[in-house]
């Protein structure tokens, strides 16, 4: 069992990261971000910079479990196989292998 994030500390940290690197750091706040969760809750102000760099690192951000999109219905739920959890296709080069094979029984089958 892995241990709980606490998402006031995750923030603080990110604040506490992208913080030394402000080209105006006696600048006003431009937002607070609020957190609150069972574990409690914090309120940040934050700035222009922090506001950037969080743009920037949700646009960088890839999810370990983004495996494209399913070609067929378009489903965001490949798994480890790249199969898709929605609509049963296979993708990859195991996924063309038996498409292949499949069209070529069917049209053994409709002769």
């Given at each position: 069992?892995?241990?709980p994030?606490?998402?006031a500390?995750v923030?603080?940290?990110?604040i506490?990261?992208?913080?030394?690197?402000?080209?105006?750091?006696?600048?006003?706040?431009?937002?607070?971000?609020?957190?609150?969760?069972?574990m409690?809750e914090?309120?940040?102000?934050?700035?222009?910079h922090?506001?950037?760099?969080?743009?920037?690192?949700l646009?960088a951000?890839?999810?370990p479990?983004?495996?494209g999109t399913?070609?067929?219905?378009?489903?965001?739920h490949?798994?480890?196989?790249?199969?898709?959890?929605?609509?049963?296709?296979?993708?990859?080069?195991?996924g063309?292998?038996?498409?292949?094979?499949?069209?070529r029984?069917?049209?053994?089958?409709?002769?």
């Amino acid at each position: 069992m892995s241990t709980p994030i606490d998402p006031a500390a995750v923030m603080a940290a990110f604040i506490d990261a992208v913080a030394p690197y402000d080209p105006a750091p006696d600048a006003g706040p431009v937002a607070m971000v609020g957190v609150r969760t069972a574990m409690g809750e914090a309120v940040f102000p934050v700035g222009d910079h922090v506001i950037r760099a969080m743009c920037k690192a949700l646009a960088a951000y890839r999810d370990p479990e983004d495996r494209g999109t399913c070609v067929e219905c378009g489903g965001r739920h490949l798994d480890e196989n790249l199969h898709c959890r929605e609509c049963g296709r296979l993708h990859g080069i195991l996924g063309e292998v038996i498409a292949m094979h499949a069209r070529r029984v069917a049209a053994e089958d409709a002769t």
